[in-house]
């Protein structure tokens, strides 16, 4: 859905919708979701409601993202680590 509402700049949930394999009540549980995360940003014109992408808010997301799966990269490493190292015990015995 994020995909879909960058690459059209604004769209309303029914623009959404029709791009994608849920209904329109679906669109708009998730367009909720992702306004309260801060993730998107809406503006009322006439009836509609158009939302967009807020660009700075998923930058911050995807670095928090990038340094957590850095964390748990390392972390897995140091258990593989410990693994072999038992394993290598092991065999010596």
Known sequence: ???????????????????????RQAVVKHLAVLDAAGLVGSVKVGREVRFAVRPEALDATARWMAALASDWDRRLARIKRIAEAAERDAHRQ
Request: glycine letters at 14%; charged letters at 5%.
């Open 1 to 23: 859905m994020l995909d879909l509402l960058s690459a059209q700049g604004q769209a309303t949930a029914t623009t959404l919708a029709g791009g994608l394999p849920i209904s």
